[in-house]
């Protein structure tokens, strides 16, 4: 069974060197397409990509934001499975068909999405997977307490990630996916710029039968951070965009609400004291430059 692979490109060229090689070299017997959608990169990411015939360019004139592009990029694809990779993520030998060899049980038919061991640039296994977002969880994450007792909070830290089990979201680093139950879905919510988009669409598959599975016996690189870490500040804004507008979307507006008013009225200062501790007076500045352009946003939305 073939899988086609989508990486959403911007101004990751060494990154993606890397990602569309190890794709190359370890993809295997189900290797489809390898589709790459350049979300307005102006680096020589193009130039590079030129050198590899077997890659599907998709050059977009604007950046349309991270889950437009995948939508783009699945639109060109005509396997049974999907694989949204980060370019910061690449692929060792066996990596495909575990995942494949996973899928096609009988007895997992009803998983739609899986996720596989990440390991990081020091050979650690990431801690990746996440429960579902909640109203709850997201204001321990906005006040910090998620840090010393991650059971209160969305990311599972407390899990060593070194068994197999069902979870409620995998990260979208490494995407694996039904592509019939993308398609089904509409695919991911583009209302997401990016961040979010992933967690949505667990969210909407599990409501429509579909688990997602978390596979230790498989691994995969992951960098981590990749070119979000380019923009620190705009990073930030658009984590906090995709939660109010996850938030909106699945809690109802009290709800909704009452993580609009945790993240903005203790987030940041909890956020900036943390930094002042470590001295990191740049940290201050771009939080409160992802606030003010989330303030604006939130204006702008209300204003419509």
């Known amino acids: 069974m073939a899988v086609d692979i989508v990486i959403v490109n911007w101004n990751s060229r060494e990154l993606l060197e890397k990602c569309v090689e190890s794709i190359i070299k370890f993809g295997g017997e189900h290797l489809g397409k390898i589709v790459v959608v350049d979300n307005h990169s102006s680096d020589d990411s193009l130039?590079?990509?030129?050198?590899?015939?077997?890659?599907?360019?998709?050059?977009?004139?604007?950046?349309?934001?991270?889950a437009r592009a995948c939508n783009l990029g699945a639109a060109q694809c005509s396997a049974e499975y999907l694989l949204f990779l980060?370019?910061?993520?690449?692929?060792?030998?066996?990596?495909?068909?575990?995942?494949?060899?996973?899928?096609?049980?009988?007895?997992?038919?009803?998983?739609?999405?899986?996720?596989?061991?990440?390991?990081?640039?020091?050979?650690?296994?990431?801690?990746?997977?996440?429960?579902?977002?909640s109203p709850l969880g997201l204001f321990f994450h906005?006040?910090?307490?998620?840090?010393?007792?991650?059971?209160?909070?969305?990311?599972?830290?407390?899990?060593?990630?070194?068994?197999n089990q069902n979870v409620d979201q995998?990260?979208?680093?490494?995407?694996?996916?039904?592509?019939k139950l993308f398609a089904d879905l509409s695919g991911f919510d583009e209302r997401f710029f990016v961040y979010y988009?992933?967690?949505d669409f667990a969210y909407r598959a599990l409501k429509s039968g579909y688990s997602s599975y978390f596979l230790s016996d498989v691994s995969a690189?992951?960098?981590?951070?990749?070119?979000?870490?380019?923009?620190?500040?705009?990073?930030?804004?658009?984590?906090?965009?995709?939660?109010?507008?996850?938030?909106?979307?699945?809690?109802g507006y009290a709800q909704a609400s009452f993580v609009a008013f945790t993240s903005l009225a203790f987030e940041p200062i909890v956020r900036s004291l943390k930094a002042l501790m470590r001295g990191d007076i740049q940290s201050i500045k771009e939080t409160f430059a992802a606030y003010k352009k989330l303030i604006l946003w939130g204006v702008g939305q209300s204003s419509e």
Request: some cysteine.
């Open 197 to 199: 988009e992933e967690v």
């Open 47 to 66: 130039r590079f990509i030129a050198d590899y015939p077997e890659v599907d360019l998709q050059q977009l004139t604007a950046n349309k934001g991270f």
């Open 86 to 133: 980060n370019p910061d993520a690449a692929l060792y030998e066996g990596t495909l068909n575990g995942v494949v060899e996973f899928m096609q049980r009988s007895c997992n038919q009803n998983v739609g999405i899986c996720g596989v061991k990440l390991m990081d640039e020091h050979n650690q296994v990431a801690r990746s997977c996440s429960r579902t977002a």
């Open 142 to 163: 906005s006040i910090g307490l998620d840090r010393p007792w991650p059971k209160l909070g969305q990311a599972m830290r407390e899990w060593d990630h070194l068994s």
């Open 170 to 179: 995998v990260i979208g680093a490494f995407y694996f996916v039904r592509a």
């Open 221 to 251: 690189y992951h960098l981590g951070g990749g070119t979000s870490d380019q923009v620190k500040a705009s990073r930030l804004f658009y984590s906090l965009r995709s939660r109010l507008q996850y938030a909106y979307k699945h809690f």
